[in-house]
């Protein structure tokens, strides 16, 4: 069965990191360009990150440009978030996505509803003293 899957979401205190995953079965992520996405509770969902799959241009939502870093690592078929210096506005849920190149593009500009060809099924992210 092809389909996302992320991980490593939980709670952490404000100024912390983590790092979420998005790993992929039945299929190669290295094929695809992959978006991040949050939403948070009682809001949009946004994007928030995007990384090519032809020469790993990254791109970044102002919001957590310079904190957020995305990385894929082929070997493990997985795409990382990096994630420092979290702030409490940054509580949500996190989902990643697959589809063309054309995905990635300046974050404003990024659907963030789109049936792309792959959705994950989110991981929480919250962010707390």
């Known amino acids: 069965q092809e389909q996302l899957v992320e991980s490593g979401g939980g709670l952490v205190q404000p100024g912390g990191s983590l790092r979420l995953s998005c790993g992929a079965s039945g299929f190669t992520l290295a094929n695809y360009a992959i978006g991040w996405f949050r939403q948070a509770p009682g809001k949009e969902r946004e994007a928030i990150s995007c990384i090519r799959k032809s020469d790993s241009t990254t791109y970044y939502a102002d919001s957590v440009q310079g904190r957020f870093t995305i990385s894929r690592d082929k070997a493990k078929n997985t795409v990382y978030l990096q994630m420092d210096k979290l702030r409490p506005e940054d509580t949500a849920a996190y989902y990643c996505?697959?589809?063309?190149?054309?995905?990635?593009?300046?974050?404003?500009?990024?659907?963030?509803?789109?049936?792309?060809?792959?959705w994950g099924q989110g991981t929480q992210v919250t962010v707390s003293s």
């Open positions: 996505a697959a589809d063309g190149e054309w995905m990635c593009a300046p974050v404003a500009t990024m659907y963030s509803t789109y049936d792309y060809d792959y």
